[in-house]
Nanobody, 123 residues
Framework: QVQLVESGGGLVQAGGSLRLSCRSS????????MGWFRQAPGKEREFVAS????????TYADSVKGRFTISRDNAKNTVYLQMNSLKPGDTAVYYC????????????????WGQGTQVTVSS
């Protein structure tokens, strides 16, 4: 069993930055690929970024490329999402998720989810 707890959300003005953290407990953290997803009111949950457990390969949604950076510290069982140049359209609840072994952009393929952290970007 894996428990995920996100932190770091908040209110920021457009153009600002936030760093989200997600701490994992349970099975060996390095065995899991980690992803960040977000869900805005009235919309489906969408992929933001993911990082593999071993070689730290990454992939990003087109909407955040060049602005967001995903990273992980396996010694701290933590994955991060650095968000720069934030836009009002980035407003959503952000979730981290874990999947064993392989990098994925698909919500349905992730096994474990955190409770989410709210990010609000004002114009």
């Amino acid at each position: 069993q894996v428990q995920l707890v996100e932190s770091g959300g908040g209110l920021v003005q457009a153009g600002g930055s936030l760093r989200l953290s997600c701490r994992s407990s349970g099975r060996p953290f390095s065995s899991y690929a980690m992803g960040w997803f977000r869900q805005a009111p009235g919309k489906e949950r969408e992929f933001v970024a993911s990082i593999s457990g071993s070689d730290r390969s990454t992939t990003y949604a087109d909407s955040v490329k060049g602005r967001f950076t995903i990273s992980r510290d396996n010694a701290k069982n933590t994955v991060y999402l650095q968000m720069n140049s934030l836009k009002p359209g980035d407003t959503a609840v952000y979730y981290c998720a874990a999947v064993l072994d392989f990098l994925s952009t698909k919500t349905a393929e992730y096994d474990y989810w955190g409770q989410g952290t709210q990010v609000t970007v004002s114009s």
